[in-house]
Nanobody, 129 residues
Framework: DVQLQASGGGLVQAGGSLTLSCVAS???????????IGWFRQAPGKEREGVSC????????QYPDSVKGRFTVSTDYSKDTVYLQMNSLEPEDTAVYYC???????????????????WGQGTQVTVSS
């Protein structure tokens, strides 16, 4: 099993930046390196949206158009931590941000929320105009 702790949210003005962290604690099964970590967000009244899409083969990341060029996912394997660097934030980015984990079982991009097994508790990001 994997426990995830997301943090780093807060209030920021439009155009600003935030970095979210997702610390993974693997309690059983395969090590952290054998998991894909994804980021999602959910704004009030809206469906959960993926903001990263990670390859289970080489762990490269793709991004939806809504955040492409502004958001970047990175991983520190020494800390079992995945980061979501968010730049040029817009009010439309206001949401609760979640990280999620899936043990890798085969190739392909992992994009959908229903593909993930473990979820963190979420961290609120509010962007003021």
């Amino acid at each position: 099993d994997v426990q995830l702790q997301a943090s780093g949210g807060g209030l920021v003005q439009a155009g600003g930046s935030l970095t979210l962290s997702c610390v993974a604690s693997v309690t059983s099964g395969y090590p952290f390196d054998d998991h894909v970590i994804g980021w999602f967000r959910q704004a009030p009244g809206k469906e959960r949206e993926g903001v990263s899409c990670t390859s289970a083969s080489d762990y490269t990341t793709q991004y939806p158009d809504s955040v492409k060029g502004r958001f970047t996912v990175s991983t520190d394997y020494s800390k079992d931590t995945v980061y979501l660097q968010m730049n040029s934030l817009e009010p439309e980015d206001t949401a609760v941000y979640y990280c999620a984990a899936l043990q890798v079982r085969g190739p392909g991009f992992i994009c959908g929320a229903d593909q993930y097994e473990y979820w963190g508790q979420g961290t609120q990001v509010t962007v003021s105009s």
